[in-house]
């Protein structure tokens, strides 16, 4: 029966009753006629009645005779005392009874409707929030909320994912599994029940899990770990149940839970601050669904995270997520392979070599890829150019590491030579180092939020370990612009408070986690970064196990290395005092200077072979 035949039917009823009502009063006051109480006494003293009713608030007299078609008179009782007071003025008097029925009906109903109004608004609200609408919506609040693909609809193939080649191979086994689960069993093979995958964020995980929907062709099930927590105990669990059973019928499936570390994280990591809240509830419905179902059944699990150390050890171990598939940055190869996909769409020019910028481009992520093409098409529209060029991906990767140009951020003449003494000496302990990173651009407009200036450089291939020697000449080279100013100057500003903090956390790095200092020895104080959940619950603070004199120890020397990188790059520029203040008068007269004026501003450098030990 559908809405429309239930209102008609409740139509009908109301009719029906309102007609019963309106004949039992016709009926009666057809037979029934309301007189005062002195014309009833009038009545009876005349001998017209011959049966009197005596009711607790009226008198009913039967007529001996109809008159005017009535048969029975009533009237409301009046006190004996009153009536024989009443009855020699000779007047007609009668009593009136206040009846309290609408007062008594006011003072339920009102209140009942001002709840029932209050309790309508607050699940309108919430079946608004559940995204259903009226009661529906909100019994429905248990629901999961899944959006459901098919092969279609994603869009998404392996072809449209590159640079993560490693990752992509092991999704497609799992997509053979679904297609071909007798060949993967001929030799007592099972599907794996879940797969997590797990990498920095922006590295394509979600766009694989897509692309893995649109190769298998068997529907996918895609939910963040977010939307099972709400505000009712209880509900993120129903929502678990609802989820597995959509995904059991529609088997062969795959769920994807996309962001799993909001439901996923650790429980107990802070047992003295109360017991299990609805987030834990979740994920223990979560951990006996993923022990319930059969690996025959074609369902599988694909969730991803960018913080895999604060899950709980339980939906990590075997039989649970039984894979743990990295999709970590690209190499350049990869960079250069995601360049091509997100190039499709631009329009290049001959000069835009993809394999230059790949090259200029380490560590970045495949979101950030996306983002410099897109920001690299917007500056050649910029200029009203018809293809986009190298420059546009110089200028990109530009406004990316080092933020928006400033240039209403007027500075003072002071301000501007510190700024170019500051940046010419990162340059010039850069260049005179064979092993550094090359530099690509000094300049002295302001960028970002609080840069006045900034030095570019891009490592030219990737790197995946560094020497003591190469970090230390790293910290001389973040320190070359305080030297500068100090050197010239003969005064520090604050401008080095951001270099003095990065040479600060590599020279920590080194001495507790590296073992790089002689005197402390080879020895880790400081466990890798969230190397356990409780740690990481507890912010990696496990040098809070060391005793004092190893924390002072410690301290110490990390002083030394940032004072030893201090004074390798004031040594440096003191022997090339004057390549230094000729370089600073250039910027100040060119505001920036690319790779083949530094080049050619620091060839004694080179030729003279000066370099740091």
Known sequence: MDSRQRWNLGYWMIALLLLMLVQSVWQGSSRVEAVPYSAFEKALAEGRITEVTIAEQTVTGKLKAPENGKTTLVATRVEPDLAARLEKYGVPYARTIESPLLRDLLSWIVPALVFFGLWYFVIRRMAERSGGGGLGGFMAIGKSRAKVYVETDTGVSFADVAGVDEAKED??????????PQE?????????????LVGPPGTGKTLLAKAVAGEAGVPFFSISGSEFVEMFVGVGAARVRDLFEQARAKAPAIIFIDELDALGRARGAFPGLGGHDEKEQTLNQLLVEMDGFDTSSGLIILAATNRPEILDTALLRAGRFDRQVLVDRPDRKGRLEILTVHARKVKLAADAKLDEVAGLTAGFSGADLANLVNEAAIAATRRHAQEVTLADFSAAVERIVAGLERRSRVLNAGERRAVALHEMGHALVALAQPGSDPVHKVSIIPRGIGALGYTLQRPTEDRYLM??????RKLAVLLGGRAAEMLVLGELSTGAADDLAKATDIAREMVTRYGMDAGLGHVAYEPPRSATPELAMLGGQGAR??????????????????????????????????????????LLERETLAEDELRELAAPLREGGDQMA
């Not at 007592?188 to 997590?196: N, Q, R, Y």
């Not at 020497?467 to 230390?472: F, S």
Request: net charge positive; aromatic share 4%.
């Open 545 to 586: 196990t060391l005793s004092e004199a190893t924390l002072q120890r410690i301290d110490a020397a990390v002083s030394a290395l940032v004072a030893e990188g201090f004074a390798g790059a004031t040594q440096l520029l003191t022997r090339h005092r004057a390549l230094l203040e000729r370089g600073a008068a250039l």
């Open 171 to 180: 999704l497609k086994e799992v997509v053979d599994f679904l297609k071909h």
């Open 467 to 472: 020497t003591r020697t190469e970090l230390q």
């Open 184 to 196: 993967y069993g001929r030799l007592g093979a099972h599907i794996p029940k879940g797969v997590l």
